[in-house]
Protein backbone atom coordinates (compact mmCIF):
# COMPACT_ATOMS: atom_id res chain seq x y z
CA UNK A 1 0.00 0.00 0.00
CA UNK A 2 1.09 3.41 -1.01
CA UNK A 3 1.01 5.80 1.87
CA UNK A 4 0.37 9.58 0.91
CA UNK A 5 0.89 12.66 3.00
CA UNK A 6 -1.74 15.68 3.20
CA UNK A 7 -0.49 19.18 3.70
CA UNK A 8 -2.36 22.25 4.11
CA UNK A 9 -2.05 26.02 3.98
CA UNK A 10 -4.01 28.36 5.63
CA UNK A 11 -4.39 32.21 4.49
CA UNK A 12 -4.96 34.83 6.75
CA UNK A 13 -4.20 38.68 6.42
CA UNK A 14 -1.05 37.60 3.37
CA UNK A 15 -1.02 40.55 0.86
CA UNK A 16 -0.82 39.03 -2.89
CA UNK A 17 -1.42 40.95 -6.44
CA UNK A 18 -4.30 37.90 -7.47
CA UNK A 19 -7.27 36.93 -5.57
CA UNK A 20 -6.16 33.76 -3.59
CA UNK A 21 -10.09 32.32 -4.62
CA UNK A 22 -8.84 32.29 -8.47
CA UNK A 23 -8.66 28.89 -9.36
CA UNK A 24 -6.07 29.72 -12.04
CA UNK A 25 -3.42 30.79 -9.48
CA UNK A 26 -1.06 28.59 -7.52
CA UNK A 27 0.12 29.57 -3.56
CA UNK A 28 3.52 28.63 -3.45
CA UNK A 29 5.40 27.06 -0.35
CA UNK A 30 7.16 29.94 -1.02
CA UNK A 31 4.94 32.26 -0.38
CA UNK A 32 2.54 30.13 2.41
CA UNK A 33 4.47 27.62 4.16
CA UNK A 34 2.58 24.28 4.76
CA UNK A 35 0.70 23.27 7.94
CA UNK A 36 -0.96 20.33 9.42
CA UNK A 37 -4.53 19.25 8.14
CA UNK A 38 -7.04 18.98 11.18
CA UNK A 39 -10.39 17.52 10.93
CA UNK A 40 -13.70 19.52 12.30
CA UNK A 41 -15.04 18.69 15.41
CA UNK A 42 -18.07 18.89 13.77
CA UNK A 43 -19.46 15.71 11.90
CA UNK A 44 -21.88 17.64 10.17
CA UNK A 45 -20.12 19.69 8.83
CA UNK A 46 -17.50 17.06 7.87
CA UNK A 47 -20.58 15.38 6.02
CA UNK A 48 -21.19 18.36 4.01
CA UNK A 49 -17.57 18.44 2.55
CA UNK A 50 -18.46 15.25 1.35
CA UNK A 51 -22.21 15.91 0.21
CA UNK A 52 -22.15 19.43 -1.16
CA UNK A 53 -20.76 19.25 -4.41
CA UNK A 54 -22.83 16.25 -5.01
CA UNK A 55 -26.42 17.19 -3.98
CA UNK A 56 -25.82 20.55 -6.62
CA UNK A 57 -26.14 18.06 -9.04
CA UNK A 58 -28.45 16.21 -8.15
CA UNK A 59 -30.79 18.62 -7.16
CA UNK A 60 -29.92 21.52 -9.69
CA UNK A 61 -28.44 19.74 -12.64
CA UNK A 62 -25.24 19.90 -14.25
CA UNK A 63 -25.28 23.64 -15.18
CA UNK A 64 -26.08 24.32 -11.31
CA UNK A 65 -22.59 26.44 -12.16
CA UNK A 66 -24.81 28.89 -14.73
CA UNK A 67 -27.39 30.00 -12.30
CA UNK A 68 -27.06 33.82 -11.63
CA UNK A 69 -26.82 33.36 -8.10
CA UNK A 70 -23.49 30.96 -8.83
CA UNK A 71 -22.30 32.83 -12.18
CA UNK A 72 -18.96 33.90 -12.47
CA UNK A 73 -18.37 37.63 -12.69
CA UNK A 74 -15.67 37.04 -15.60
CA UNK A 75 -16.67 35.63 -18.60
CA UNK A 76 -15.59 31.75 -18.48
CA UNK A 77 -15.07 29.74 -22.09
CA UNK A 78 -15.97 26.41 -21.78
CA UNK A 79 -17.76 23.65 -23.86
CA UNK A 80 -21.42 23.77 -22.99
CA UNK A 81 -23.63 24.29 -25.60
CA UNK A 82 -27.03 22.05 -24.57
CA UNK A 83 -28.75 20.54 -21.74
CA UNK A 84 -30.99 20.54 -18.90
CA UNK A 85 -31.43 24.32 -17.50
CA UNK A 86 -28.22 25.37 -19.76
CA UNK A 87 -28.36 29.56 -19.13
CA UNK A 88 -25.66 30.69 -20.75
CA UNK A 89 -26.57 32.20 -24.35
CA UNK A 90 -22.96 31.85 -25.97
CA UNK A 91 -22.24 34.45 -28.53
CA UNK A 92 -19.99 32.88 -31.74
CA UNK A 93 -18.08 29.55 -32.07
CA UNK A 94 -14.90 29.47 -30.05
CA UNK A 95 -15.11 27.59 -27.30
CA UNK A 96 -11.36 27.96 -26.23
CA UNK A 97 -7.97 30.40 -26.63
CA UNK A 98 -6.54 30.68 -28.96
CA UNK A 99 -9.00 30.88 -31.76
CA UNK A 100 -8.49 31.83 -35.38
CA UNK A 101 -11.12 34.08 -35.13
CA UNK A 102 -9.38 36.31 -32.07
CA UNK A 103 -12.22 35.53 -29.67
CA UNK A 104 -12.61 36.82 -26.48
CA UNK A 105 -8.78 37.07 -25.87
CA UNK A 106 -7.49 36.63 -22.53
CA UNK A 107 -6.74 39.55 -20.08
CA UNK A 108 -3.56 41.08 -20.01
CA UNK A 109 -0.94 41.16 -16.60
CA UNK A 110 -2.29 45.17 -16.91
CA UNK A 111 -5.99 43.82 -16.54
CA UNK A 112 -5.04 41.13 -13.53
CA UNK A 113 -4.79 38.40 -16.19
CA UNK A 114 -2.78 35.03 -15.38
CA UNK A 115 0.31 35.01 -16.01
CA UNK A 116 2.30 31.96 -16.32
CA UNK A 117 6.33 31.01 -16.53
CA UNK A 118 8.44 27.69 -16.60
CA UNK A 119 9.31 26.37 -13.48
CA UNK A 120 10.78 22.91 -15.31
CA UNK A 121 14.04 21.39 -14.82
CA UNK A 122 15.97 20.11 -17.69
CA UNK A 123 14.46 16.93 -18.47
CA UNK A 124 11.44 18.33 -18.12
CA UNK A 125 11.73 21.38 -20.58
CA UNK A 126 13.47 18.47 -22.78
CA UNK A 127 10.06 16.60 -22.42
CA UNK A 128 7.65 19.63 -22.94
CA UNK A 129 9.70 20.61 -26.35
CA UNK A 130 9.54 16.82 -27.49
CA UNK A 131 5.95 16.43 -26.37
CA UNK A 132 4.76 19.85 -28.06
CA UNK A 133 6.34 19.07 -31.11
CA UNK A 134 5.21 15.16 -31.44
CA UNK A 135 1.44 16.79 -31.00
CA UNK A 136 1.67 20.07 -33.30
CA UNK A 137 3.48 17.55 -35.89
CA UNK A 138 -0.20 16.00 -36.15
CA UNK A 139 -1.47 19.06 -37.81
CA UNK A 140 -1.79 20.61 -40.90
CA UNK A 141 -3.40 23.25 -40.30
CA UNK A 142 -0.49 26.27 -40.17
CA UNK A 143 -2.71 28.75 -38.32
CA UNK A 144 -3.59 26.05 -35.62
CA UNK A 145 0.39 25.92 -34.95
CA UNK A 146 1.79 29.32 -35.67
CA UNK A 147 -0.81 30.58 -32.68
CA UNK A 148 0.47 27.73 -30.37
CA UNK A 149 4.19 28.61 -31.03
CA UNK A 150 2.69 32.65 -30.82
CA UNK A 151 0.94 31.23 -27.51
CA UNK A 152 4.39 29.62 -26.34
CA UNK A 153 6.27 32.82 -26.51
CA UNK A 154 4.40 34.12 -23.87
CA UNK A 155 5.42 31.59 -21.65
CA UNK A 156 9.30 31.32 -22.74
CA UNK A 157 11.14 32.28 -25.74
CA UNK A 158 13.27 29.53 -25.65
CA UNK A 159 10.43 26.93 -25.40
CA UNK A 160 8.64 28.80 -28.68
CA UNK A 161 11.86 28.53 -30.53
CA UNK A 162 12.82 24.95 -30.16
CA UNK A 163 9.03 23.92 -30.74
CA UNK A 164 8.74 25.96 -33.65
CA UNK A 165 11.70 24.68 -35.27
CA UNK A 166 9.88 21.44 -35.15
CA UNK A 167 6.67 22.22 -36.31
CA UNK A 168 8.41 24.87 -39.44
CA UNK A 169 6.87 27.54 -37.95
CA UNK A 170 8.90 31.11 -38.35
CA UNK A 171 11.00 30.99 -35.57
CA UNK A 172 10.11 33.58 -33.03
CA UNK A 173 12.69 36.15 -31.96
CA UNK A 174 10.97 38.53 -29.27
CA UNK A 175 9.59 37.35 -25.86
CA UNK A 176 5.62 37.68 -25.93
CA UNK A 177 4.79 38.56 -21.94
CA UNK A 178 7.29 39.02 -19.53
CA UNK A 179 8.58 36.58 -17.94
CA UNK A 180 8.48 36.38 -14.13
CA UNK A 181 11.52 34.43 -13.80
CA UNK A 182 10.21 32.56 -10.67
CA UNK A 183 10.22 28.63 -9.63
CA UNK A 184 9.42 26.07 -7.15
CA UNK A 185 11.16 23.58 -6.16
CA UNK A 186 7.85 21.75 -4.61
CA UNK A 187 6.14 21.38 -8.17
CA UNK A 188 9.30 19.70 -10.46
CA UNK A 189 9.68 15.91 -10.16
CA UNK A 190 13.26 16.17 -10.00
CA UNK A 191 13.11 18.20 -6.76
CA UNK A 192 10.39 16.33 -5.21
CA UNK A 193 11.76 12.97 -4.01
CA UNK A 194 11.04 11.30 -0.41
CA UNK A 195 12.78 12.79 2.12
CA UNK A 196 13.03 9.18 2.97
CA UNK A 197 13.43 7.07 0.04
CA UNK A 198 11.51 3.73 -0.47
CA UNK A 199 10.17 1.20 -2.49
CA UNK A 200 7.35 -0.07 -1.06
CA UNK A 201 4.93 -0.85 -3.95
CA UNK A 202 6.81 -0.73 -6.89
CA UNK A 203 6.61 -3.50 -9.23
CA UNK A 204 9.99 -4.90 -10.51
CA UNK A 205 9.68 -7.90 -13.05
CA UNK A 206 12.63 -10.50 -12.60
CA UNK A 207 13.47 -12.13 -15.57
CA UNK A 208 14.66 -15.67 -16.31
CA UNK A 209 14.89 -18.55 -18.51
CA UNK A 210 15.24 -22.15 -17.96
CA UNK A 211 18.66 -22.32 -16.25
CA UNK A 212 18.35 -19.58 -14.35
CA UNK A 213 20.66 -18.67 -10.85
CA UNK A 214 17.79 -20.15 -8.54
CA UNK A 215 20.08 -19.08 -4.96
CA UNK A 216 20.55 -15.39 -6.80
CA UNK A 217 16.70 -15.11 -7.71
CA UNK A 218 15.53 -16.58 -4.40
CA UNK A 219 17.63 -13.59 -2.83
CA UNK A 220 16.41 -10.97 -4.92
CA UNK A 221 13.11 -11.87 -4.89
CA UNK A 222 13.07 -12.46 -0.81
CA UNK A 223 14.75 -8.71 -0.29
CA UNK A 224 12.16 -7.15 -2.41
CA UNK A 225 9.28 -8.92 -1.05
CA UNK A 226 10.72 -7.68 2.72
CA UNK A 227 10.61 -4.25 1.15
CA UNK A 228 6.99 -4.73 0.39
CA UNK A 229 7.95 -4.64 -2.99
CA UNK A 230 5.80 -6.21 -5.88
CA UNK A 231 7.75 -8.79 -7.82
CA UNK A 232 6.69 -9.84 -10.90
CA UNK A 233 8.92 -13.33 -12.70
CA UNK A 234 8.93 -13.03 -16.35
CA UNK A 235 10.14 -15.83 -18.41
CA UNK A 236 9.82 -17.28 -21.58
CA UNK A 237 6.59 -19.22 -20.69
CA UNK A 238 4.29 -19.33 -17.83
CA UNK A 239 4.45 -23.16 -17.18
CA UNK A 240 7.66 -24.29 -14.73
CA UNK A 241 10.79 -22.62 -15.61
CA UNK A 242 14.19 -24.64 -14.25
CA UNK A 243 16.98 -23.46 -12.51
CA UNK A 244 20.15 -24.11 -12.89
CA UNK A 245 21.03 -27.88 -12.83
CA UNK A 246 17.49 -29.12 -12.32
CA UNK A 247 16.28 -32.01 -14.29
CA UNK A 248 12.78 -32.44 -16.12
CA UNK A 249 9.91 -32.16 -12.99
CA UNK A 250 11.93 -30.38 -10.84
CA UNK A 251 10.23 -27.73 -9.22
CA UNK A 252 10.90 -24.77 -10.36
CA UNK A 253 9.73 -21.64 -10.57
CA UNK A 254 6.31 -20.73 -12.44
CA UNK A 255 6.11 -17.13 -14.39
CA UNK A 256 3.32 -14.49 -13.74
CA UNK A 257 3.76 -13.75 -17.49
CA UNK A 258 5.58 -14.52 -20.57
CA UNK A 259 7.96 -12.02 -22.23
CA UNK A 260 5.32 -11.37 -25.10
CA UNK A 261 2.28 -10.89 -22.66
CA UNK A 262 3.82 -8.41 -20.31
CA UNK A 263 5.79 -5.21 -21.52
CA UNK A 264 8.49 -3.42 -19.12
CA UNK A 265 6.35 -0.44 -19.60
CA UNK A 266 4.14 -2.24 -17.03
CA UNK A 267 6.40 -1.84 -14.66
CA UNK A 268 9.05 0.35 -12.43
CA UNK A 269 12.09 -1.49 -12.87
CA UNK A 270 14.07 -4.57 -14.22
CA UNK A 271 16.42 -7.20 -12.81
CA UNK A 272 18.18 -10.26 -14.21
CA UNK A 273 20.13 -13.10 -12.98
CA UNK A 274 22.96 -14.70 -14.35
CA UNK A 275 23.80 -18.54 -15.08
CA UNK A 276 23.40 -20.06 -18.27
CA UNK A 277 19.37 -18.91 -19.32
CA UNK A 278 21.27 -15.67 -20.10
CA UNK A 279 22.93 -17.25 -23.74
CA UNK A 280 19.12 -18.32 -24.57
CA UNK A 281 17.67 -14.87 -23.76
CA UNK A 282 20.34 -12.96 -25.22
CA UNK A 283 19.18 -14.70 -28.51
CA UNK A 284 15.38 -13.71 -27.78
CA UNK A 285 14.76 -10.39 -29.63
CA UNK A 286 11.58 -9.67 -27.39
CA UNK A 287 14.10 -9.73 -23.99
CA UNK A 288 16.89 -7.40 -25.74
CA UNK A 289 14.14 -4.90 -26.91
CA UNK A 290 12.49 -5.01 -23.62
CA UNK A 291 15.79 -4.33 -21.81
CA UNK A 292 16.24 -1.63 -24.01
CA UNK A 293 13.08 -0.13 -23.88
CA UNK A 294 12.95 -0.20 -20.08
CA UNK A 295 16.46 1.82 -20.28
CA UNK A 296 15.40 4.25 -23.22
CA UNK A 297 11.89 4.65 -20.47
CA UNK A 298 14.60 6.12 -17.75
CA UNK A 299 13.70 2.70 -15.51
CA UNK A 300 16.57 1.42 -13.22
CA UNK A 301 17.84 -2.14 -14.30
CA UNK A 302 20.05 -4.60 -12.21
CA UNK A 303 21.64 -7.72 -13.40
CA UNK A 304 24.17 -10.04 -12.09
CA UNK A 305 26.70 -12.37 -13.46
CA UNK A 306 26.06 -13.40 -17.12
CA UNK A 307 23.22 -11.13 -17.06
CA UNK A 308 25.33 -8.18 -17.36
CA UNK A 309 26.04 -9.04 -21.01
CA UNK A 310 22.42 -9.41 -21.67
CA UNK A 311 22.53 -5.39 -20.74
CA UNK A 312 25.49 -4.65 -22.39
CA UNK A 313 24.07 -6.01 -25.56
CA UNK A 314 21.04 -4.07 -25.28
CA UNK A 315 22.26 -1.39 -24.31
CA UNK A 316 25.94 -0.89 -24.86
CA UNK A 317 25.56 2.58 -26.38
CA UNK A 318 28.22 5.56 -26.25
CA UNK A 319 28.10 7.37 -22.47
CA UNK A 320 27.81 4.16 -21.00
CA UNK A 321 30.42 2.92 -18.66
CA UNK A 322 29.55 -0.74 -17.87
CA UNK A 323 33.31 -0.96 -16.16
CA UNK A 324 31.49 0.58 -13.61
CA UNK A 325 29.19 -1.18 -11.07
CA UNK A 326 26.39 1.60 -11.75
CA UNK A 327 26.17 3.54 -14.75
CA UNK A 328 23.15 5.85 -15.10
CA UNK A 329 21.10 3.74 -12.86
CA UNK A 330 22.49 0.93 -14.70
CA UNK A 331 23.55 -1.53 -11.94
CA UNK A 332 25.84 -4.15 -12.93
CA UNK A 333 27.52 -6.86 -10.14
CA UNK A 334 29.08 -9.36 -12.38
CA UNK A 335 31.45 -10.70 -9.85
CA UNK A 336 28.59 -10.47 -6.84
CA UNK A 337 28.02 -13.72 -5.01
CA UNK A 338 24.37 -14.47 -5.06
CA UNK A 339 24.58 -15.81 -1.54
CA UNK A 340 25.64 -12.26 -0.85
CA UNK A 341 21.72 -11.05 -1.14
CA UNK A 342 19.90 -10.21 2.10
CA UNK A 343 16.30 -8.96 2.85
CA UNK A 344 17.93 -6.45 5.20
CA UNK A 345 17.28 -3.29 2.15
CA UNK A 346 18.60 -0.13 2.70
CA UNK A 347 17.85 2.67 0.38
CA UNK A 348 19.94 5.15 1.99
CA UNK A 349 22.15 7.23 -0.25
CA UNK A 350 25.92 6.29 -0.28
CA UNK A 351 24.95 2.85 -0.05
CA UNK A 352 27.93 0.63 -1.60
CA UNK A 353 26.88 -3.24 -2.05
CA UNK A 354 24.88 -3.99 -5.68
CA UNK A 355 21.55 -4.90 -4.16
CA UNK A 356 20.76 -1.59 -2.12
CA UNK A 357 22.69 0.45 -4.58
CA UNK A 358 20.06 -0.72 -6.89
CA UNK A 359 17.12 -0.56 -5.01
CA UNK A 360 18.05 3.03 -4.06
CA UNK A 361 17.85 3.63 -7.61
CA UNK A 362 14.87 1.94 -8.19
CA UNK A 363 12.98 4.51 -5.21
CA UNK A 364 14.22 7.39 -7.29
CA UNK A 365 11.89 6.40 -10.16
CA UNK A 366 13.68 7.61 -13.26
CA UNK A 367 17.31 8.52 -14.37
CA UNK A 368 16.74 11.58 -15.97
CA UNK A 369 20.21 11.64 -16.28
CA UNK A 370 19.55 9.26 -19.74
CA UNK A 371 17.40 12.03 -20.93
CA UNK A 372 20.01 15.10 -20.42
CA UNK A 373 22.76 13.25 -21.59
CA UNK A 374 21.21 12.13 -24.80
CA UNK A 375 21.71 8.47 -24.02
CA UNK A 376 17.71 7.69 -24.16
CA UNK A 377 16.91 8.94 -27.23
CA UNK A 378 19.77 6.14 -28.72
CA UNK A 379 17.74 3.61 -28.27
CA UNK A 380 14.64 2.48 -30.46
CA UNK A 381 11.43 2.07 -27.94
CA UNK A 382 7.95 1.75 -29.08
CA UNK A 383 6.74 5.47 -26.94
CA UNK A 384 9.47 7.68 -26.02
CA UNK A 385 9.78 8.73 -23.00
CA UNK A 386 9.44 12.77 -24.21
CA UNK A 387 6.26 12.11 -25.61
CA UNK A 388 4.80 10.71 -22.35
CA UNK A 389 3.47 7.41 -22.96
CA UNK A 390 -0.02 7.20 -22.25
CA UNK A 391 0.22 3.46 -21.89
CA UNK A 392 2.82 3.64 -18.95
CA UNK A 393 -0.26 4.37 -16.48
CA UNK A 394 0.85 4.70 -13.53
CA UNK A 395 -0.57 7.96 -11.40
CA UNK A 396 2.95 9.03 -10.20
CA UNK A 397 4.40 8.74 -14.31
CA UNK A 398 1.66 10.73 -15.18
CA UNK A 399 2.01 13.14 -13.07
CA UNK A 400 6.01 13.30 -13.30
CA UNK A 401 5.16 14.32 -17.36
CA UNK A 402 2.76 17.22 -16.46
CA UNK A 403 3.05 20.61 -17.99
CA UNK A 404 4.24 22.17 -14.71
CA UNK A 405 3.17 25.87 -15.22
CA UNK A 406 1.85 27.98 -12.61
CA UNK A 407 0.81 31.88 -11.52
CA UNK A 408 2.86 34.23 -10.45
Avoid at 201 to 224: C, E, H, P, Q, T
Avoid at 227 to 255: C, D, M, N, W
Avoid at 315 to 339: L, Q, W, Y
Avoid at 356 to 369: C, E, G, I, R
Wanted: hydrophobic residues 35%; aromatic residues 8%.
Amino acid sequence: MRVWHLDSKKLEEHDFDFDILDLTKVCLEELVPLGTLESSNSIATLGRNVSNFDIQLSRLGIHWEEFPINLPVCPVMNQNRDGQKHHTITKGKAIDWPNQWESVPPAMRSEGGYVDYPEESPPEKRNLISASGFELDHCDDPVVYNRMTERLCDIDLELAQAVAEKTATPTPTKQGKPNAGKDSAGLSISTRNAPNPTIASRRVAILIGDGYDSVAFNGVYAALKTAKVFPFVIGPKRQTVLAEGESKGGKGVQPDHHFEGMRSIMFDSSFITGDSHIESLRKQGRVVHRVREAFGHLKAIGATGEAVNLVKTACEIDGMNFSAARSHDVVTAEAAKPESFKENINTAKGAKDSINVYTLNVSQHKNFDRAIDGLSSMVVTRWNIENVSVMENSVRDYQGYALLYKAE
